[in-house]
C-alpha cells in the first residue's frame, strides 16, 4: 500500500473473485475493510448542517437507541428470541436533506483498477450519506446494489459491488431514468446523481433527455478514457473529473461533491 496503492488495492479487488474459497472470503473481508477506511479519510458527509437523530438499526450505523428499541428488546426477553433487528433504533448522525445515487459502469471491465475504483466510490457515497443513498451498476441493465430505500451495512454494500463482473452494451440513459426512479424515494432537498463510467454508451437513448430530468448529476470518468464524458458533460451541463485509480476515488467524489 505504501509503495503502490492502486496495485495493490487492484490485487485486492481481483482476489475477491479467487476460486478458492478461503482465499476469496478473506480477501472480501479485507477489502471491505481497507475501503472504507480510505473513504473515510474524505468528508463525512456533503455540506449541510447535519444532526443526531434516531434512525433504523444498521450494523456500523451507530449506537443502539434503548429507550427507541425497549419494546422490541423486552418482547425478545420475554420469548426467549433473538432480538428481530427490524426493530431497533439507533442514534447517529445524518443529513436528510441530501441523497445520492451512484451509478457504477459495470459494461467494461470490470477487474483491478476499474473494479477496485468501484469499491471505494461505494464506499465513499455511504460514508458521505448513509441514510438516503443508493448504488447502481448497469450494463444493458441496472442492477441495485443497495437501493435507496434499503438498509444494508456500508460493508455489504462494498462486497456487493466487488461481486460484479464486466459484461454486456452500455446503457446510459437508461441507467440515469432508474437513477431518477431512485432518488424519487428520497424527500431530500438535494438529490445528486454519481455516473462512475467513460460514458461511451452503445445503447441507443436519449442520455440528454434522462440527464435534464435530474435535479444534479456529476461525472467520475477514468483519467486516460474522459473524451466522451467530456463531451457529455458539457452537453448537459454536468460537473466533471477524471479519477486516476482507486486510491483517488473518495477523493474524486470530494472535487465534484464539495463546491
Known amino acids: 500500500m505504501e509503495e503502490n496503492p492502486d496495485e495493490t488495492l487492484a490485487l485486492l479487488a481481483d482476489l475477491t473473485g479467487a476460486t478458492d474459497p478461503k482465499l476469496r472470503e478473506l480477501a472480501r473481508q479485507l477489502a471491505g475493510q481497507l475501503f472504507l477506511e480510505l473513504a473515510r479519510r474524505g468528508p463525512s458527509t456533503p455540506r449541510g448542517v447535519g444532526r443526531l437523530d434516531t434512525q433504523p438499526y444498521a450494523p456500523d450505523r451507530g449506537d443502539i437507541d434503548i429507550d427507541a428499541s425497549l419494546d422490541t428488546i423486552v418482547e425478545a ?64 441493465d441496472t442492477i441495485a446494489a443497495k437501493s435507496q430505500d434499503a438498509i444494508r451495512s456500508n460493508a455489504q454494500v462494498v462486497d456487493a459491488v466487488l461481486a460484479l463482473r464486466g459484461f454486456g452494451t452500455t446503457d446510459i440513459a437508461g441507467a440515469l ?83
Request: charged content about 25%; glycine content about 8%; overall charge neutral.
Open 77 to 140: 426477553r420475554a420469548a426467549r428470541s433473538a432480538v428481530d433487528p427490524e426493530g431497533l433504533r439507533v442514534r447517529a448522525w445524518s443529513t436528510p436533506d441530501t441523497a445520492i445515487c451512484l451509478l457504477v459502469d459495470r459494461s467494461g471491465s470490470m477487474t483491478g483498477r476499474p473494479l477496485a475504483t468501484a469499491g471505494v466510490a461505494a464506499a465513499a457515497v455511504a460514508w458521505r450519506a448513509p441514510e438516503d443513498y443508493s448504488v447502481l451498476s448497469f450494463g444493458k
Open 177 to 259: 431514468r432508474a437513477a431518477a426512479d431512485q432518488l424519487a424515494r428520497s424527500r431530500a432537498g438535494r438529490k445528486i446523481v454519481i455516473l462512475l463510467s467513460d460514458c461511451r454508451s452503445t445503447v441507443a437513448g436519449d442520455v440528454e433527455g434522462a440527464a435534464s430530468a435530474l435535479d444534479e448529476l456529476v461525472i467520475i470518468a477514468p483519467e486516460s478514457d474522459d473524451a466522451e464524458a467530456t463531451d457529455l458533460a458539457a452537453r448537459i451541463g454536468a460537473r466533471l473529473t477524471t479519477v486516476s485509480g482507486p486510491s483517488d476515488a473518495a477523493a474524486a467524489l470530494g472535487r465534484v461533491l464539495d463546491r
